[in-house]
């Protein structure tokens, strides 16, 4: 079976290699030449570990190819992935034309039977809407061919998105085609027979199951920092309170660590799309809607927390250790650290940082912002600070030698926005320990 992705994005590419390692033929296109020129050279375009290897040992073994003629891409392929962006609109919707050129593209290439797929995350509808594009393309060529249409939601966390997708929690196929299930099926042959759950709908279920499962997470999020805001105020500990709740099978520990708020790709598109869907069918989602302002107001909370700690910020310098909004990935989209930096920035404080991996992504979304540096390590980003604050907790800044950064520090504000230290171990060398909700 032949299998092309549109896009070469984040889903698109590991989708692709990972497709192509299950012994599939995989074309991945995309209009970007200068990105399948790059990818041939098997250059990554993002940071995701594992993937490189992946791309390199399909690539040599001739199971995934790129290219940008959108011609031999349709042509070549029963099964179509549509995996390209759908950035946010201001309303928060989604934009939804690279979707329809790819449905548009799909229709005036086809040339017999095809099941487009729909892995990007798109409103609820999207499937209707892109067999109508693909038809109307048809039409206007004389064309009658059989088209399904698939929901095929991705859950890849960044940083972990090959083990994702090799050992999903389930795979969920939206359609009414039984043809199209059963070769849905056959692509992920090898999950099935692992015994991943797998969830058979109707393409408007499929495609609402993607944006609750995100919203719900994004909503423990905010709940748990909401929670650790008020411990502050009582002297309670949310650790321990975190902890006491996940020992409840009901609830479950997973993403009740209180932080700075969420942030990358999806839970901050997520939950704004869902919200105007709602909004769209007069059916407000109130409690999305105030996990979004939450989430953003509490990154305005952590800088209020430094310049209250420190009584205030002017000419004070704040090394700030991680940008990405997670660890092993080089995403700052709606990175927490952008508003936090800006925050501190905006209240007269200077900024030198350091990320191991997302320091050039940052540049570029920081550009038009003064009193930033742009250091060579953690430790050259503490020394002539008078705080260093943790907001992205790589492995490499959990084990900080402490005494050093007593040392380096003009003055003893440690701010650890992840919770990832104790107060007895850091303050035991001299330093000042602020955490969330401890």
């Known amino acids: 079976m032949n299998i092309t992705i549109f896009g ?19 074309s991945c296109y995309d209009i ?26 399909n690539t040599y073994y001739k199971r995934l190819t790129f290219t940008s003629d959108p011609k031999m891409a349709v042509e070549s392929s029963k099964i179509i992935f549509i995996a390209v962006g759908t950035p946010p609109r201001e309303d928060g919707s989604c934009d939804m034309q690279f979707v329809n050129q790819a449905a548009e593209t799909i229709g005036r290439y086809t040339n017999g039977y095809r099941v487009i797929v729909n892995k990007s995350t798109v409103p609820v509808g999207t499937g209707q809407n892109v067999k109508e594009i693909v038809r109307e393309a048809l039409k206007n060529r004389n064309m009658d061919f059989t088209i399904d249409v698939v929901s095929n939601p991705e859950f890849l966390r960044e940083g972990s998105a090959i083990e994702d997708f090799l050992r999903p929690d389930r795979v969920v196929i ?48 905010a709940f748990i920092n909401e929670i650790a805001n008020l411990c502050e105020k009582i002297g309670a500990n949310v650790q321990h309170i975190a902890h006491a709740m996940g020992l409840d099978g009901r609830i479950s520990p997973k993403f ?24 769209i069918y007069d059916s407000r989602l109130s409690l999305i809607e105030s996990v979004i302002d939450a989430n953003q107001m509490q990154r305005r909370k952590m ?15 704040i090394a700030i250790l991680g940008l990405s909004f997670k660890p092993n990935t080089d995403d700052i989209r709606e990175a927490p650290s952008l508003t936090i930096i800006k925050e501190l920035v905006g209240k007269g404080a200077s900024v030198r940082t350091f990320d191991p991996v997302a320091m050039e992504n940052a540049k570029q979304e920081l550009k038009d912002l003064e009193n930033i540096t742009y250091c060579e390590n953690e430790y050259d980003a503490i020394g002539g600070s008078h705080a260093v604050v943790i907001i992205t907790e790589w492995n490499q800044f959990r084990s900080l030698d402490l005494t ?16 990832i230290y104790t107060r007895e171990i850091v303050e035991q060398t001299g330093l000042r320990y602020s955490g969330v909700g401890i």
């Open 32 to 57: 970007d030449e200068s990105k399948i020129s790059s990818l041939n050279r098997q250059i990554i375009p993002f940071y995701e570990p594992g993937l490189k290897d992946f791309v390199q040992r």
């Open 404 to 419: 050093k950064v007593s040392k380096l520090l003009l003055e003893p504000f440690f701010f650890d926005l992840r919770n």
């Open 256 to 279: 009740l660590n209180a932080g700075p708020g969420y942030g990358g790709s999806c839970f901050p598109k997520d939950t704004q799309a869902l919200a105007a869907i709602g909004r």
């Open 303 to 317: 800088a209020e927390k430094i310049e209250q700690d420190m009584g205030g910020l002017e000419k004070k310098t």
């Open 8 to 26: 070469t994005g984040y889903v698109g590419l590991v989708t692709g290699a990972c497709l192509a390692d299950f012994g599939f033929n995989v």
């Open 174 to 221: 939206g359609t009414d085609s039984h043809k199209a299930i059963t070769l849905m099926k056959d692509i992920y042959r090898v999950l099935y027979l692992n015994e991943t759950p797998f969830v058979i709908c109707n393409t408007e279920t499929a495609e609402m199951i993607k944006y609750a499962s995100n919203a719900f997470l994004a909503t423990k999020i």
